[in-house]
């Protein structure tokens, strides 16, 4: 069952890249925003990664076994911090999924974030873009002002241009339409009903296109 699943999840958004970047393969990630048992999530799938972890509040849904899965963790305001104690050009991998949207000055803290890639490095930014804001509001969030704690809208264009004047190389971006999360979305849809549970506004991300991504190389 655990093969399963992490077969499946091999296939989400943020591990997508981080598989057809690594596969079983050793390399470092930092993992900005590590909260709900990311790590071991991570490890999980990934049980060669060298996993570091930053986040406002260390306990946000992480447990002793996620500790156990990090080589690191940085418990850091992302707003006013320097950054200075993560590494500068150690890491492969930049893990930044739905971060940005609660941060008034986002776009600096990916700057400041550019130094800790080692050069070939990567960077994964997701957040919800300008047409989540046209969206139906539903629990869990499908409307951008669904979550209070969304503060900036972000956009493609706004990232690519800062990503391209850091040095970096914009590899893909637009809106994420995830065929594994498409194709799970008719039976999620079934179990919830079946449970007789709220329906989740995430179910219809992909489908509605709530999300957009940027996916950029240091040079």
């Known amino acids: 069952m655990s093969s399963t699943l992490n077969a499946l999840r091999k296939h989400t958004p943020k591990f997508s890249y981080l598989n057809r970047c690594f596969g079983n393969n050793n390399f470092k990630v930092l993992d900005v925003g590590s909260g709900n048992h990311s790590a ?9 990664c060298e996993y570091h972890g930053v986040d406002l509040d260390k306990f946000y849904n992480n447990d002793e076994s996620d500790f156990r899965n990090m080589h690191a963790f940085y418990e850091l305001d992302l707003t006013s911090s320097d950054l200075a104690n993560i590494p500068n050009d150690y890491f492969d991998f930049i893990l930044m999924s739905h971060i940005i949207e609660h941060l008034e000055n986002g776009d600096q803290v990916i700057l400041k974030l550019l ?14 873009g300008i047409r ?13 002002y669904d979550d209070s704690t969304h503060v900036r809208i972000y956009s493609v264009e706004e990232i690519s241009f800062l990503l391209r004047t850091a040095g970096m190389q914009v590899l893909r971006a637009g809106t994420r339409r995830n065929l594994a999360y498409l194709l799970a979305m008719p039976f999620n849809i079934l179990r919830l009903l079946i449970q007789g549970k709220k329906m989740h506004g995430m179910i219809f991300w992909d489908l509605l296109g709530f999300a957009e991504y940027v996916f950029a190389k240091k040079s």
């Open 132 to 144: 989540s804001t046209k969206l139906p509001s539903m629990h869990g969030t499908l409307n951008f």
């Open 40 to 48: 071991s999530k991570t490890k999980s799938v990934f049980p060669n």
């Open 115 to 128: 130094p800790k890639l080692k050069a070939g490095g990567y960077i994964y930014i997701e957040y919800p």
